[in-house]
């Protein structure tokens, strides 16, 4: 071949930093390695989890003759689109009952997000988006790539490895009038530290008075306190006042089906006008994106959403893994005060849903994966799901020897 | 306990929040509707016993009825139950990979020896486009990209939301409804050095037109010439001829004179898994190396919009393309697809030509693929809608995938009323 390729200048792009501890960890060859890295659900014996529930879902979609392959509507599934508003939102939520919700399907939380900050880009006047510091790695780049400017607000407090809640009142009073702002609805990723139900209430006064306009980003959904409503309570309040707000959702984790990109982006308006002309302008976003969303996922997650049995019985599976990553938090926490490790270790036991902030430095994590074999992200995040009780031991002496041989 | 707060804050906050709310979303008006999808919405609403659509380009069969091929259901079953709901591993994502790229270069290319490509899966032939217009803006942030006139109404929408500005070059002949090729090498010769152009490798979208293999050498010794940068945009591969191989020809002969392309492919028609949304995109490269950053770069870029395709269609795609027994089963089923269009070609032609119809169809089987670009006029379509239920895009492209042996005679009879008077 004689010609030179017109990209011959490129180069390689740094590692996505979340997945690259998986390829990392995968390289690995001791038997003794453990990935705390991405945060998908593990089983007891360290094994991805298939849900019974969408086994059953998924082998009644294939055994169903009926069914064809055509392409979903640009907005994707409509039983989906309803139901998931109806699992966010509440079923009696009288935004939905007015008709006031556009829900539309995307592919899972980082497509419903991008659609969603597309739109924002487009449309709304305030190009700005705050987020907490920090933030799940991928956010910077979906607001930004879709035409954002990305602002942070303090969040997390290293001294109390708890939530700076007055340098977040700080930051979101002093944000101009109109801006966006990112909130994370339960199970804040990656520190797992949420705001009590007084001080949502506290944020929600302030966001309406200065009409910002909040945008949720709900992942986590029944895996904070096994509660599928308790879980949707931040989002719910917002919605109660009747103002407006934008709620990406992922079935990645709830449902366990990561790999199958199944999300919905909902955006409540103050009427069904709106709403639809909102949902009309989301469809010119797609449509040029990937014309139209997946079928098989959504369709798996449909009917499990509308048969009361179904239903039933993942609400069951859904408490049993956030039950036993409460059990984690629980062993660990044990585990290192009975090891005597210097530090107070209670916020393992105080943040909520899938991740750990452990506090650990880079320099402690680096060790902790050369001697120790084992991988977190470099911020000290950890995930509850990758743990097992047998490996709480192994995951205690590395923790230990990191705090007590490396600053 | 969530209802307490909600009477007592919506007392104090609703008015404020209304009057910010309703300047927020005042300005945005209703989007046109899309001119492809919106035909299937409105015959979807049409009750009419003799409906017929022929506007979305997805295959149907002699009843009228979506088919999902057998070499499909027979992989389906395979995965049922299977582990691998987990974010494509990067084993399952590889077989795709390189499985499309073997129907694209020839399974014994040394191009896929050598790894001189960057592939990556993409959603269906829409996000494999979209991906490399994002990449193109990128790394050419001044460049444009040609498109043929007319080209698939979604092109237009693609390369514009990527910041990517456009600019067309003749393709179609409104005369003959055959290639106008003459004016298509003056463009290619007066675009600047070094132009992106955008092609349809076989089955042309929406004309059905095809540039001869005679036609294609000489195209590809231009760009040769111009160092043109060629995308293809392969949507149909196997509907063109009814031969995988066959359809690919014109992307082999650009590389053969040494071309470096570009490729998407969509498996959504010719493996029938329009909503599973699979495909894939390929960028050729010097070596292994550079294949490797321009891999990195696209899965980042599609890291962004929605970190990866979703697994079901790779599954399928990949685990029929590698199985021999199943590819040929495929292969087998691609074939009869496309001998069915062609035949209800020669039959519609046919008929129009027994109606004695003043206007000359030959361009019914001459043009290939999926669609007739009937030369309808708006007004032939709005009739054709309004009198006969038959629904087709405004432009008069006809999905011949939804003409059956049952309603041909029909369709005939409808077209030669709306144009017997010329």
């Known amino acids: 071949m004689d010609s030179s390729s017109v990209f011959a200048n490129i180069v390689r792009a740094p590692e996505d930093a979340i997945l690259g501890v998986t390829v990392a960890y995968n390289k690995d060859s001791s038997p003794d390695k453990l990935n705390l890295g991405v945060g998908a659900y593990r089983t007891e014996e360290g094994k991805p989890l298939v849900l019974k529930v969408v086994r059953r879902a998924e082998q009644m979609l294939v055994n169903d003759n009926s069914r064809v392959k055509e392409y979903l509507p640009i907005v994707g599934l409509a039983d989906f689109n309803k139901l998931s508003a109806k699992l966010i939102f509440g079923a009696d939520s009288p935004a939905i009952q007015e008709n006031r919700v556009t829900t539309v399907q995307c592919l899972s939380g980082t497509g419903s997000l991008r659609v969603g900050a597309e739109f924002l880009a487009r449309h709304y006047h305030q190009l700005t988006i705050y987020i907490p510091n920090p933030t799940w790695g991928n956010h910077t780049k979906i607001f930004g790539l879709a035409g954002l400017s990305v602002k942070a607000f303090r969040y997390y407090d290293p001294a109390t490895r708890g939530l700076d809640f007055q340098g977040l009142l700080e930051d979101l009073g002093a944000a101009p009038s109109g801006s966006i702002v990112l909130l994370h609805a339960c199970a804040h990723n990656p520190t797992g530290v949420d705001p009590t139900i007084e001080q949502w209430e506290q944020i929600r006064q302030l966001m309406r008075s200065k009409g910002l306009l909040p945008f949720f980003d709900s992942a986590y959904q029944g895996f904070a306190s096994g509660n599928l409503d308790a879980d949707a309570g931040s989002v719910r309040m917002f919605v109660a006042d009747g103002g407006e707000c934008l709620a990406a959702q992922s079935y990645a984790k709830n449902m366990g089906l990561y790999g199958e990109r199944v999300g919905a982006l909902s955006i409540v308006c103050k009427t069904a006008d709106v709403a639809s002309r909102v949902e009309s302008q989301l469809k010119l976003v797609i449509r040029p994106m990937y014309s139209n969303p997946p079928i098989h996922g959504a369709s798996i997650v449909a009917t499990i959403l509308k048969d009361r049995d179904m239903y039933n019985e993942w609400t069951v599976e859904l408490k049993a893994m956030a039950v036993r990553i409460i059990s984690m938090r629980q062993q660990l926490f044990d585990s290192l005060s009975a090891r005597g490790t210097p530090g107070d270790w209670s916020h393992i036991i105080k943040q909520i849903g899938m991740f750990t902030f452990t506090g650990l430095n880079t320099k402690q994590v680096a060790f902790m994966t050369k001697e120790y074999h084992i991988y977190m992200t470099s911020d000290g995040r950890i995930s509850m799901a990758g743990l097992s009780s047998r490996t709480v031991p192994h995951l205690t002496e590395a923790i230990h020897a990191a705090v007590t041989r490396v600053d | ?422």
């Open chain 2, 1 to 422: 306990m969530w209802k307490c707060f909600s009477t007592r804050t919506s007392r104090c906050f609703s008015t404020s929040a209304s009057n910010k709310a309703l300047k927020w979303w005042d300005h945005v008006a209703p989007a046109p509707k899309d001119p492809i999808t919106s035909v299937t919405e409105a015959f979807l609403a049409d009750t009419s016993p003799t409906k017929i659509n022929l506007g979305v380009g997805a295959y149907r069969d002699d009843e009228g009825k979506p088919v999902v091929l057998q070499c499909v259901k027979e992989a389906e079953a395979k995965i049922a139950g299977c582990d691998f709901l987990e974010s494509v591993s990067s084993a399952v994502s590889s077989k795709l990979v390189e499985e499309s790229v073997k129907l694209v270069y020839g399974k014994n290319s040394d191009i896929i020896k050598e790894g001189r490509f960057a592939g990556v899966q993409a959603l269906s032939g829409t996000g494999a486009c979209r991906l490399f217009a994002e990449f193109q803006r990128r790394f050419y942030p001044e460049s444009q990209i040609y498109m043929t006139d007319p080209t698939w109404s979604n092109h237009h929408n693609i390369w514009r939301d990527a910041l990517v500005p456009e600019r067309t070059f003749h393709y179609y002949h409104p005369d003959s409804k055959g290639l106008d090729f003459s004016a298509l090498l003056d463009d290619v010769k007066n675009a600047p050095d070094g132009s992106f152009f955008l092609l349809h490798p076989c089955a042309h979208n929406p004309t059905g037109v095809d540039p001869t293999e005679e036609q294609w050498r000489e195209i590809s010794y231009l760009f040769k010439v111009k160092n043109h940068f060629p995308f293809f945009d392969m949507a149909y591969q196997g509907f063109a001829s009814g031969d995988l191989d066959r359809d690919a020809r014109s992307i082999q002969i650009f590389v053969e004179d040494g071309n470096v392309i570009g490729c998407a492919q969509s498996f959504a028609k010719n493996m029938g898994l329009y909503g599973h949304r699979v495909g894939c995109l390929n960028v050729l490269c010097n070596d292994a190396k550079q294949a490797v950053a321009i891999k990195s770069q696209l899965q980042q870029i599609a890291r962004a919009m929605y970190s990866s395709p979703p697994i079901h269609g790779i599954l399928l795609v990949s685990g029929i393309l590698s199985d021999p027994n199943m590819k040929a089963l495929w292969v087998k089923e691609v074939k009869a697809m496309a001998n069915r269009i062609q035949s209800l070609r020669t039959t519609l032609r046919k008929s129009l030509e027994q109606l004695s119809s003043p206007l000359n169809w030959e361009h019914i089987t001459n043009q290939v693929g999926m669609f007739c670009f009937s030369g309808l006029t708006p007004e032939q379509v709005d009739l054709l809608l309004r009198e006969f239920h038959i629904y087709m895009t405004l432009d008069g492209r006809m999905s011949m995938a939804g003409v059956t042996t049952g309603n041909v005679n029909y369709l005939a009879n409808a077209i030669h009323e709306v144009t017997k008077f010329g």
